[in-house]
């Protein structure tokens, strides 16, 4: 009798289970399946051979070039971002965040005055003056050199001179 009632119960399971596999209507409707893309794409007669600096692997375990299947730029629409993605930053601004921002100037426009008749003195002078470290700018014209100090440029931002009998303005 045992055998006679797993029979029965195989055969009306068997029985269910066509009837919902083969039930024309359906409640929700059927996804196509996603196809997936092709692990090794035919290789195009157009596509030339690549070359790679030799390696431990055979050279048959090296994929040939592909030529692309398909050159369709993503559009504007597709890359903006929507009104629910999370990690999208908020843009509406506080009050706070909406007063003007008035730019304070230190100085006035032209303040820092140029140098118009510079001074100079000889290099032994320079020598005792400077130390090693310390920067100048030199300029050489027709046989006349001028070494400017970076600390005076730098307060001043021009120097106006005549070097090798031409007029010249220096900055820093």
Wanted: aromatic fraction near 2%; charge should be negative; proline fraction near 12%.
């Amino acid at each position: 009798m045992p055998k006679l009632w797993i029979t029965t119960l195989a055969a009306v399971s068997l029985i269910a289970l066509a009837v919902a596999c083969s039930s024309g209507e359906s409640e929700t409707p059927q996804q196509p399946e996603p196809q997936e893309a092709p692990t090794s794409p035919p290789v195009t007669s157009a596509a030339q051979p690549t070359t790679a600096p030799p390696t431990a692997a055979s050279a048959a375990s090296v994929p040939a070039t592909v030529a692309p299947t398909s050159t369709a730029a993503p559009t504007a629409a597709a890359a903006s971002p929507s009104s629910s993605d999370a990690s999208a930053p908020a843009t509406v601004a506080s009050e706070d965040e909406e007063r003007e921002l008035k730019i304070v100037t230190l100085l006035p426009f032209d303040a820092i005055p140029a140098i118009l008749d510079p001074e100079f003195v000889s290099a032994e002078e320079a020598s005792e003056d400077l130390e090693d470290h310390n920067l100048v700018l030199g300029l050489s014209i027709n046989d006349d050199h001028r070494a400017y100090s970076i600390p005076a440029l730098s307060s001043h931002e021009i120097v106006n001179d005549v070097v090798g009998g031409k007029p010249v303005a220096v900055t820093w």
